[in-house]
């Protein structure tokens, strides 16, 4: 509130005026018929005139009562914090706003003036302290990597945008490696025989060699990680490194733990870091009535084909250029033929095949013995069959209406094992089997109890057969027809596809070549079938198979396909496209497919 104060001018003017003086407004009534001051004001001083805001020009006289508003805003403080998305940096804003104090501004005397204000002083708000600021990031769960020289510029100065926490940023480690001292390639120059048999391994090159004494690999240890934080202190773990552990197999040892040093003359290979080094024996001609059958320990590189009625047992890879026509290939390593498989029979893998087949039984078995006895169990707590019925006459009962196919597994794990064991012909499990379980033995039983005699040495064989079950091999061919090809790993048929023949693998079997086709017969994998063209347009059948938890897929099928995941079967009636064959949650076939329009 400003007090007015009359001047008497000395000047003859009749009308009134008015003029600023160090701030106050100082007011001179009109004389006469003279016209009073009048008085404006700018947009940030707001003039009150008798109670009266001021709005556009005014008269004003000595006796009004005026009061001046300026836009004064009381000081302020803002402290912005901010994080980054991966919470390991900060960033700090600090704000000062000031209250800025008014008065009017000095105007010389006039009938009418304008009311400025001008700024006189500004008034900060006290500057944020070092513990208000970590009070705050504290707040925010801000606490490690705190950067102090950054934090004192926020109490010296407005700042935006300054970095003030960073956290320590994790250090993965290095994984475990495995530097290889032989290409694993083939390469080089052909080694040949001599007249005794004995192999030059001077003049090799289709399989690289090396020498007795020679480093085959070295594993170089790798290093551990360190931990990170974020800036809000939580710890964060490097990623999990891969430790390996080099084995030597066949031909080779390990020396001062990180090298594999072979013990002989022969070609190197590793497999899921078990190295081993294997002799090898080159054929540069067809096999046939000349060259005789074909036993070697080592690796068996065919550069011709193999004629009808010849036979090859290797102890490890096989490679044939040219086709195998009604001949037999039994590997315990990897078969690759280059040319068509005609009316043969082929195993990768050695006896693990044998053994893998026989397990899958053991399995099934042990399955089926343990749902008699939970039937069992469930028909006495419940008396369905009444007090009378015997446990044996309850088994008897279960196997031949529910588990028929019991007996069917029985008799063919009684005659495997005794083929891949000797002594187990007459052994324990083959004794409780025909004991319990075949013809009228059941019926002898007297507590299903006594049903553990065959579950016991099944756990024993399934320890045993699992125990001696090499690393997977593979089996590879272009074509094939009227053969039968088992692998204990996967089988790639490269070529234009199968006909009428067998294919087994323990874990896939892919087509890769662009319409291939699988005609006839049946195709059994573990976990994956993938196929190209499936059956013709006549409507052949043609079998594919896969367990429970695999999938079929195949680009086109024809009618009378037969898809069998687990033991859930579906037979296609229609041509269709784009098929995928699996198990649903519930244990349904799903079969998707488009129709093919043909």
Do not use: W
């Given at each position: 509130?400003?007090?007015?104060?009359?001047?008497?001018?000395t000047?003859?003017?009749?009308?009134?005026?008015?003029?600023?003086?160090?701030g106050k407004?100082?007011?001179?009534?009109?004389?006469?018929e003279?016209?009073?001051?009048?008085?404006?004001?700018?947009?940030?001083?707001?003039?009150?005139?008798?109670?009266?805001?001021l709005?556009?020009?005014s008269e004003?006289?000595?006796?009004?009562?005026?009061?001046?508003?300026?836009?004064?805003?009381?000081?302020?403080?803002?402290?912005?914090i901010r994080?980054a998305?991966?919470?390991?940096e900060?960033?700090?804003s600090v704000?000062?706003r000031?209250?800025?104090?008014?008065?009017l501004?000095?105007?010389?005397?006039c009938?009418?003036?304008?009311?400025?204000?001008?700024?006189i002083?500004?008034?900060?708000?006290?500057k944020?302290?070092?513990e208000e600021i970590?009070?705050?990031?504290s707040?925010?769960?801000?606490?490690?990597?705190i950067?102090?020289?950054?934090?004192?510029k926020?109490?010296?100065?407005?700042?935006?945008?300054?970095?003030?926490?960073?956290?320590?940023?994790?250090i993965d480690?290095?994984?475990?490696?495995?530097e290889l001292?032989?290409?694993?390639?083939n390469?080089?120059?052909?080694f040949?025989?001599?007249?005794?048999?004995?192999?030059?391994?001077?003049?090799?090159?289709?399989?690289?060699?090396?020498?007795?004494?020679?480093?085959?690999?070295?594993?170089?240890?790798g290093?551990?990680?360190?931990?990170g934080?974020?800036?809000?202190g939580?710890?964060?773990?490097?990623?999990?490194?891969?430790?390996?552990?080099?084995?030597?197999?066949?031909?080779?040892?390990i020396k001062?733990?990180?090298k594999?040093?072979?013990l002989?003359d022969?070609?190197?290979?590793?497999?899921n870091?078990v190295?081993?080094?294997?002799?090898v024996?080159?054929?540069?001609?067809?096999?046939?009535?000349?060259t005789?059958?074909?036993?070697?320990?080592?690796d068996?590189?065919?550069?011709?084909?193999?004629a009808?009625?010849?036979?090859?047992?290797c102890?490890?890879?096989?490679?044939v250029s040219k086709?195998v026509?009604?001949?037999?290939?039994?590997?315990?390593?990897?078969?690759?033929?280059k040319?068509?498989?005609?009316?043969s029979?082929?195993?990768?893998?050695?006896?693990?095949?044998?053994?893998?087949?026989?397990?899958?039984?053991l399995?099934?078995l042990?399955?089926?013995v343990?749902?008699?006895?939970?039937?069992?169990?469930?028909?006495?707590?419940?008396?369905?069959?009444?007090?009378?019925?015997?446990?044996?006459?309850?088994i008897?009962?279960l196997?031949?209406s529910k588990?028929?196919?019991?007996?069917?597994?029985?008799i063919?794990?009684?005659?495997?094992?005794?083929?891949?064991?000797?002594?187990?012909k007459?052994?324990?499990?083959s004794?409780?089997?025909?004991?319990k379980?075949?013809?009228?033995?059941?019926?002898?039983?007297?507590?299903?109890?006594?049903?553990?005699?065959?579950?016991?040495?099944?756990?024993?064989?399934?320890?045993?057969?699992?125990?001696?079950?090499?690393?997977?091999v593979?089996v590879?061919?272009?074509?094939c027809q009227?053969?039968?090809i088992k692998?204990?790993g996967?089988?790639?048929?490269?070529?234009?596809?199968?006909?009428?023949?067998?294919l087994?693998?323990?874990d896939?079997i892919?087509f890769?070549?662009?319409k291939?086709?699988?005609?006839?017969?049946?195709?059994?994998?573990v976990?994956?079938?993938?196929?190209?063209?499936?059956?013709s347009?006549a409507?052949?059948?043609?079998?594919?198979?896969?367990?429970?938890?695999?999938?079929?897929?195949?680009?086109?099928a024809?009618?009378?396909?037969?898809f069998?995941?687990g033991?859930?079967?579906?037979?296609?009636?229609?041509?269709?496209r784009?098929?995928?064959?699996?198990l649903n949650?519930?244990?349904?076939i799903?079969?998707d497919k488009l129709?093919?329009?043909?």
């Amino acid at each position: 509130m400003f007090n007015l104060e009359a001047i008497d001018l000395t000047n003859e003017s009749l009308d009134g005026s008015i003029k600023v003086l160090d701030g106050k407004i100082i007011v001179k009534n009109p004389k006469g018929e003279g016209k009073p001051a009048a008085v404006y004001a700018t947009g940030n001083v707001k003039v009150i005139i008798d109670g009266i805001m001021l709005s556009g020009k005014s008269e004003i006289f000595e006796e009004s009562t005026i009061e001046i508003v300026f836009d004064e805003t009381e000081a302020s403080r803002k402290l912005d914090i901010r994080l980054a998305e991966d919470l390991m940096e900060a960033y700090i804003s600090v704000k000062y706003r000031p209250k800025n104090v008014f008065r009017l501004k000095d105007k010389q005397e006039c009938t009418v003036i304008e009311l400025e204000c001008e700024l006189i002083n500004q008034i900060y708000p006290p500057k944020y302290k070092i513990e208000e600021i970590l009070k705050e990031l504290s707040n925010n769960k801000i606490v490690y990597g705190i950067i102090e020289s950054n934090l004192e510029k926020c109490v010296e100065s407005e700042c935006t945008n300054i970095i003030i926490a960073k956290g320590q940023e994790v250090i993965d480690g290095v994984s475990d490696r495995i530097e290889l001292k032989f290409a694993p390639e083939n390469g080089g120059k052909k080694f040949v025989e001599d007249k005794t048999g004995n192999i030059d391994f001077k003049s090799i090159g289709s399989v690289q060699v090396v020498k007795v004494g020679e480093i085959l690999a070295v594993k170089i240890p790798g290093t551990p990680g360190c931990d990170g934080h974020n800036v809000k202190g939580n710890i964060i773990k490097p990623k999990d490194i891969k430790q390996i552990t080099i084995k030597a197999g066949k031909g080779c040892i390990i020396k001062d733990g990180d090298k594999v040093i072979s013990l002989i003359d022969g070609k190197p290979c590793i497999r899921n870091n078990v190295f081993n080094v294997f002799e090898v024996h080159e054929i540069k001609s067809d096999v046939n009535l000349s060259t005789g059958d074909i036993k070697f320990i080592g690796d068996i590189n065919i550069l011709g084909g193999i004629a009808e009625g010849m036979q090859i047992i290797c102890g490890n890879s096989v490679k044939v250029s040219k086709d195998v026509e009604g001949s037999i290939i039994n590997a315990k390593g990897d078969v690759t033929v280059k040319g068509n498989v005609l009316r043969s029979k082929i195993y990768g893998g050695g006896q693990d095949v044998s053994r893998l087949a026989i397990l899958k039984d053991l399995e099934s078995l042990k399955l089926i013995v343990n749902s008699i006895v939970d039937a069992v169990c469930q028909i006495k707590e419940h008396n369905i069959l009444g007090n009378d019925k015997k446990d044996g006459d309850l088994i008897k009962l279960l196997i031949e209406s529910k588990y028929k196919n019991l007996t069917v597994i029985c008799i063919k794990i009684i005659s495997c094992i005794g083929t891949l064991y000797e002594e187990e012909k007459n052994g324990e499990l083959s004794k409780a089997v025909r004991q319990k379980l075949l013809g009228l033995a059941p019926l002898s039983i007297r507590n299903y109890g006594e049903l553990d005699l065959v579950i016991k040495p099944i756990d024993i064989l399934i320890l045993r057969i699992k125990s001696e079950l090499s690393i997977p091999v593979s089996v590879s061919f272009g074509y094939c027809q009227d053969s039968v090809i088992k692998s204990s790993g996967d089988i790639m048929v490269k070529g234009k596809g199968v006909y009428i023949s067998e294919l087994v693998a323990n874990d896939k079997i892919k087509f890769l070549m662009e319409k291939s086709v699988a005609r006839g017969g049946s195709l059994r994998a573990v976990s994956e079938l993938s196929c190209r063209i499936v059956g013709s347009s006549a409507g052949v059948p043609t079998r594919l198979q896969v367990d429970k938890e695999g999938s079929i897929f195949v680009d086109i099928a024809f009618q009378n396909t037969v898809f069998t995941v687990g033991h859930k079967e579906h037979i296609l009636e229609r041509p269709s496209r784009n098929i995928h064959a699996y198990l649903n949650p519930e244990g349904d076939i799903v079969v998707d497919k488009l129709l093919l329009e043909v």
